[in-house]
């Protein structure tokens, strides 16, 4: 089937929750893909900053077929070897001190929520409030979207699940005026990135861990876009010298293959009780062996190392585009989760990279945003910017 055939059959079939662009990705290698025609591109998207690894990474496709040739669903009434592992991984390098596996990022924020709310019903403080953030993003499962800093997202869901205070993001003053008798935890990212890829501030992320330890409130991180290399870092948070209770991980820790993650420091973690949180497919064979993999690659010193280098390279090359340009606001981002905010609609620009074979998104409306795989090398990133040059050229300024 080419593209034009696979779209007419989706068009009949898949509800229409997408907005999609005019391709089908039928294959993957390193940070190239190409459609069902046949057409190459260099994929700075990388499944939304989850492909960490680039695609068909030969160390992740041997753990896959390794397991698949073992075993490859059992359920959790049974202990798991691969999720065992991956448990003990993610805790020895985050200092966490036990690991919930799911399916997702919403999941994994889901799973957060429940354990900050059944922690304070076991302290006699029950129907906690958790303090959220403006233009954050946690996912659309409905506590997940209720806990979403953005309107857009919630409109037509209502009613939303009660419980939620939002502050402002980089505004300790808005938090502290946001926490209340009721108050059991804040809920941040690192850098928001759905929200426009913004970097929380050092002094504002300090400052929190500070007012959350003054006040007796968790911290929880969601790590999900952030987590797994994308900063330079196994996990963001090790760049701002704080100390979670909880941290949420899920797109790059399975590199492709669908897994989510929530980490606990130990005397939150034991507020689980067996009953209180599941998922059947949760913590999967073939998705923790090949997270235990990702693990261990980005554990590595060449792909943090990589991720620092690449993000040094691209923000200049970005860096050197918007000084010539009169439209663009500021380039900001953290590792391999950089984006470009201009002074109009971005997607016009999305859409002619795409048609010069580059492949990048939007973070809200005027954020042009890069999330290639952490592996990715310079030769890549010379040609995608060689495209992103000729399609802002067309572009035109304002
Ligand atoms: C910070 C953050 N949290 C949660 C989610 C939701 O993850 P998922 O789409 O896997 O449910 C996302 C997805 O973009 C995210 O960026």
């Known amino acids: 089937m080419d593209n034009q055939q696979i779209m007419a059959v989706g068009s009949q079939y898949l509800m229409n929750t997408y907005a999609r662009f005019p391709l089908a990705l039928v294959r993957g290698r390193g940070s190239r893909v190409w459609d069902a025609d046949g057409n190459e591109y260099v994929d700075m998207v990388a499944g939304i900053a989850v492909c960490a690894l680039g695609h068909a990474h030969p160390a992740l496709v041997r753990a896959l077929e390794e397991q698949a040739h073992r075993l490859w669903h059992c359920s959790n009434l049974y202990w798991i070897k691969p999720q065992v592992e991956l448990a003990a991984r993610l805790c020895r390098h985050s200092g966490l001190a036990r690991a919930f596996f799911a399916n997702s990022g919403a999941e994994a924020n889901e799973a957060a ?32 979207l209720s806990a979403t800093g953005q309107e857009k997202y919630q409109q037509g869901f209502a009613p939303l699940v009660p419980g939620f205070a939002f502050a402002e993001f980089n505004d300790l003053e808005s938090v502290e005026k946001a926490v209340g ?24 992320m300090r400052g929190l861990a500070d007012l959350c330890r003054r006040q007796g409130l968790l911290l929880v991180l969601d ?78 010193y060449d792909v943090c190392f990589n991720v620092t280098e690449a993000s040094f390279y691209l923000r200049g090359l970005l860096e050197d585009i918007a000084r010539r340009r009169s439209d663009v ?62 399609a802002l050229d067309e572009w035109g300024q304002q």
């Not at 354990?115 to 953030?133: E, M, N, S, T």
């Not at 034991?270 to 261990?296: K, R």
């Not at 998104?361 to 000729?390: C, F, H, N, Q, S």
């Open 113 to 144: 929520i429940k354990l900050v709310r059944k922690y304070w019903h076991l302290k006699g403080r029950p129907a906690c409030d958790i303090v959220v953030f403006r233009n954050s993003f946690h996912g659309r499962t409905l506590a997940a």
């Open 181 to 204: 008798p009721h108050t059991g935890a804040v809920m941040v990212e690192p850098v928001q990135g759905e929200g426009g890829v913004r970097p929380a501030d050092p002094a504002f």
């Open 223 to 300: 790590e999900v876009q952030t987590g797994m290399g994308r900063t330079g870092k196994m996990f963001a948070f090790q760049n701002f010298g704080v100390e979670p209770d909880v941290v949420t991980l899920a797109k790059g820790l399975g590199g492709g293959f669908p897994v989510g993650a929530m980490l606990a420091r130990g005397e939150v973690a034991e507020a689980f009780a067996p009953g209180d949180h599941a998922s059947t497919f949760g913590g999967n064979p073939l998705a923790c062996a090949v997270a235990c993999e990702v693990v261990d690659q980005v554990a590595s």
């Open 329 to 390: 606001v500021e380039v900001r981002g953290m590792g391999l989760l950089l984006g470009v905010e201009f002074t109009r609609e971005v997607k016009p620009l999305v859409e002619r990279c795409r048609q010069h074979g580059l492949l990048v998104i939007g973070a809200g409306e005027r954020v042009l945003r890069m999330v290639p795989a952490l592996t990715i090398g310079r030769d890549d990133i010379d040609a995608a910017v060689a495209i992103l040059k000729r």
